[in-house]
């Protein structure tokens, strides 16, 4: 029987990769901006006392109480996870078992959020800093409970829609292709967090919180799944009618303690849980102090943490792209140690462009030391660059890894239990994210030393540590600024080891070997690596997404790859001129042009779908600059021919197994 394919287009695939980009967002800015909102304790020096990332100067909560109460709420972020997946695995209802809880959800998570932001007590004087203690006590109390409710809902929307990726994803191409393009949205919700908030509270003289409620309206991106999941009873009647295969369970329902077993005995999940776990806890150590680590450890300006910022986020969707070539080419397991060792190496930049290490480039008499001030960006921009490689695969591994096991799991087996992998996965790494972004750098950033480290103060403020050991606030630096890049490194450097127990790839033939279910894989040939096309289709939409977010960098890889596949595709080679061409403006109009004639002597397929004009479509767009939609024409022939191909190998695949 025929599968039906429900994300059929290129603009699907990437609308459903849309769906959390709104509340991941929030939550990334509820990661990085709100420690330091209602405790600006690292955020404040003798020449930043008024940060805007701060809701007031004054610690709005109980600073000694707090970490751990907030610890303890995101530990129960990830304990919620596993209920709430079991809950949508077994959900039964005729419109499905994934939209219902996000249709549920989405607003409680919008409210919630918003009150979050809203300390019930007040802010206390914006000047001093003062503030009862009394208002302390009942901030840590709302901020506590609200922080309970949003994790909760937010839990029940996003593990829904993960848990949906593995039904709804044709074959692990698909979900490569969602996992890639949701770890692009991902990449833009950190630039825009990291790099452009900065600079519009200094624009617009917001403070963190009044931002923040310009922003809520994003989070309306979860309800993308409402439109484009087709699942339920009275679909798959419909399908059934149409000629269409369902999926048959052998186990409909799984009870929550057999699915977390189930889980567990899965080794190559277990596997990437520890690699991901000690990553992770470097990972979100980082992403908590890293307005810490530029304002505070290095000195600098929201001006220049943007150029930071930038230099290593900007660069992610090209790394992306080479990190999936790599992976391909080597192995998942290969192209991610790559990924933790440059990491555990970049991340050092901080340190070596600290305050510590280089001086404070800000003088005693007000002016600018340029030199120390240059050499702190150069350090910055060289660290973030070579860490935009690590970055894309830290947002594209937790989500690719599970959906393709379950995925897996799900047809071999014939039990579907794919929000339960997420659960799992966001349940250990919250906890992990909490010890380590919260409790040890919620601490440990209230710890200020001298520069010989001969004198220690716990201080909510470096004035009031300057004052305990009688030293000027420039002589005095925060201990968790200095340390956390010591420690990040450590821990990808553990990962790195870890990652020897992967596989080398985590496909059909690896989960099948794992669960000991070679036969039955037998049996389900369109799962197994199939060499049946020497080449692969380009997602067009997607390539003019990276064409446009690369500055039109992309467009070049792009031309020398279409130039290839071509030409691997006729046994041809092309003239070392054509190549030069193809790289200047203008010229490589034409060298499209002939390509895209070329595509049109093919006789494998259907041409009539064609029009003759587009190779003069192709040479105008070339000539007006628009070289994404020039490439696009040629690339929708392309995987046109591509696509006819790997039809006949999947038929000549299928008569073999029948």
Known sequence: MKRYKILDKGWKEILFSLTAFGPNLMMVILGAYFDDAINPVALITSTNPFPYQAISVACLIMPAIFPVIWMIAKGFDGLIDIPLAAFTDNLKTKWGNRRLPIAIGFIPMILSFVLLWVPVAGTGD???????????????????????????????????????????????????????????????????????????????????????????????????????????DKFNEKLLKEGYEIQQYKEPQIKIIRSIGLTFKNKIFVKWLIVNCLSYFGLQLFLSSMNSLIIGGMGLSDVNMAILNTAAFAPVPLMLYFFNKLKNKRGIRIAFQISLACFSVCILSFFFGSTYFLGNHILPNGDTNYTILYAKLAIGIVGGIAGSWSIGSFFLMPLFIPSQIASVEEKLVGRNHSAMFFAVQAFVTSIVGAVSGNLIFGYIRQIFVNKNFTSIAWATNVTDAAAHMNLDPSQVYNFGNLMVPFIVSLFCALGFIACFWMPKHINASSVAKELKLEKELSEHPE?????????????????????????????????????????????????????????????NAFVVFIYCKKMFQFSDFNKKSYSKLWPILCLVFGLLLLNPVSLGIIQYTVNKSIRYQTKLSDDKLTLMYE
């Open 126 to 232: 914006a000047v001093t800093g003062a503030i009862t203690q009394n208002a302390q006590i009942i901030n840590t109390i709302w901020f506590s409970f609200w922080g309970l409710v949003f994790f909760t809902a937010y839990t029940m929307v996003l593990i829904s829609y993960y848990g949906s990726i593995s039904q709804i994803s044709y074959d692990d191409k698909q979900r490569n292709t969602i996992s890639t393009t949701k770890s692009i949205f991902d990449t833009l919700v950190y630039c825009f967090a990291y790099a452009l908030i900065p600079l519009l509270l200094n624009v617009f003289n917001l403070h963190i919180n009044q931002l923040v409620f310009f922003l809520v309206p994003s989070m309306l991106t979860i309800v993308i799944p409402l439109f484009l999941i087709k699942e339920g």
């Open 527 to 587: 799962l197994l690596e199939s060499n049946n096309s020497k080449f692969e289709e380009e997602n067009i939409v997607l390539n003019i997404i990276l064409s446009v977010l690369s500055a039109f960098i992309f467009v070049f890889i792009w031309r020398i790859n279409l130039i290839k596949t071509i030409d691997k595709i006729k046994n041809t080679k092309t003239p070392v001129l054509l190549l030069i061409l193809s790289f200047i403006p203008i010229a």
